[in-house]
Nanobody
Framework: VQLQESGPGLVKPSQTLSLTCTVS??????????WTWIRQPPGKGLEWIGE???????IISPGLKSRTSISMDTSKNQFILQLRSVTPEDTAVYYC???????????WGQGTQVTVSS
């Protein structure tokens, strides 16, 4: 399985960040697969953003829930992160990650740098 993030590298404050993760070598509709977004701000640790499976709605970090959604495009085998009203504190490397229920994460994308700046 391979995961590849794509999206803008630079976003202005108050705009919406949209990132796409394209999955190859496996179907995003497979039971027990969990599709996750994680980010790492500069100089800080990993921060879990949220996850989605094909059979459930989003589960989003409480601190981001009011402005975050995760969706799927099954026709393209992609899952998408939308983060609204971004601020410079959202600057980070964003990773899409595949997990398996009760087994943890097994595949990571290479990560994409997103900078929020005017």
């Amino acid at each position: 399985v391979q995961l590849q993030e794509s999206g803008p590298g630079l976003v202005k404050p108050s705009q919406t960040l949209s990132l796409t993760c394209t999955v190859s070598g496996g179907s995003i509709t497979t039971n027990n697969y969990i599709w996750t977004w994680i980010r790492q701000p500069p100089g800080k640790g990993l921060e879990w953003i949220g996850e989605k499976t094909s059979s459930s709605s989003n589960i989003i970090s409480p601190g981001l829930k009011s402005r975050t959604s995760i969706s799927m495009d099954t026709s393209k085998n992609q899952f998408i992160l939308q983060l609204r009203s971004v601020t410079p504190e959202d600057t980070a490397v964003y990773y899409c990650v595949k997990g398996v229920s009760n087994m943890g994460y097994d595949y990571w994308g290479q990560g994409t740098q997103v900078t929020v700046s005017s």
